[in-house]
């Protein structure tokens, strides 16, 4: 399957903050000097639009983005860890594979979705100075990048999509139109993997054109590749149904007449989208007479002549398609019953922790953040301790606990370990 891919993503690791003094002429009690780590490399997703398909991802089982580097003395800063930019098709849908929520809609050129995000680097033992401890020895370890599985989607979104049995003539009309370079050969199905492409009319009317694989009878019952494309022909707004006119291969109106088929079979509502009906190959000798008896059987079907092969009446075709195209986004517009396209899935801030009643005078903090930043914590140090003890403060920890009922003495698990709750 070359629209779907599951991948596993993990950001950088924040940098550990430093342990040092300054030991120099003139400051022989120097004070704590240590430097803060740096940030992990966050993993972003981004829309680039000569990319068609997940191909490239198939076979990819993780991407992890650059640790940052330990913080330095001279309170010197580790270096930031190197983001990873991935890129996917224009129509990629990102989700977490293990409870199926959306994470990005990507459906504009170039756009940009933050996916992991690095974790923060720890601080130096400069800041940990206090009026009780003017050298302290201890230094924040550095955040957990965020990590997990994805499953992403190729839904392709373009504004027109090219249809037709093989070798009609799609392929070399996009390429013509557009600046897309599909493969083009004299023989059939050598579109196996959508392409997409963008016809720029002027610099205020352009829209987002594909060619679709060859459809082929019994697509609609999933002959083929005829489902998995089917699917992406759905999502366009108006269709060109280019047909080879020379009659070659087959008769044009026995073709028009199959494809309109299994549009209707697979969906009712295919059947409804608008059609940009193009008579392709005119330049064949036999054409004219296959078209006159084609327009004799579709008397009230607008058909536009061309010749992509001598770049002979596409504008017609091309400004006809934008048209369509923009009355098809009118009506979008006006149905507001219509689903519209998620861009970002948002749910909102969720809290760092949560605090859980389990009875008897025990509790327990639930949360992620907290749970990684206690298994860095050397607990046979009274200084780790101490300021794992003051950043659960900070947090608001203590303070929640209180207020659910938490009194001194109560026992607080706190990842894997159990600590003694003091008011």
Known sequence: MIDFVKV???AGDG???AVAFRHEKYYPNGGPFGGDGGRGGNVYFEVDTNETTLTKLRFTKSIKAEDGANGMTKKMHGKDGEDVIVKVPLGTMIRNAKNGDLLADLTKPHQVALIAKGGKGGLGNQHFATSRNSAPEYAQPGEIGQSLELQLELRLLADAGLIGFPSVGKSTFL???TNAR?????????TIEPNIGVVQLNEDQSFVLADM???IEGAGEGKGLGHEFLRHIKRTRVLIHVIDMS????DPI???????????KYDLELEKKTQIVVANKM???SAKENLERFKEAYPDLKVYETSTMQHKGLDAVLYATYDAIQNAREEVEEDKTKEEIVVYHYEGKRPDFEILNLGNHRWKVESEKIDRLADQVNFDSAEDTYQFAMTLKKMGVDHKLFEAGARSGDQVIVGSYIMDYQE
């Open 15 to 17: 940098g550990k903050g």
């Open 247 to 250: 009659g070659f291969e087959m």
């Open 283 to 285: 330049d064949e000798e």
């Open 8 to 10: 596993k993503v993990k």
């Open 254 to 264: 026995e073709a028009y007449e199959i494809i309109n088929a299994e549009l209707k």
């Open 182 to 190: 599909p493969q083009i050969a004299a023989y059939p199905f050598t």
């Open 213 to 215: 694989p060859g459809l």
């Open 175 to 177: 390429s013509v139109v």
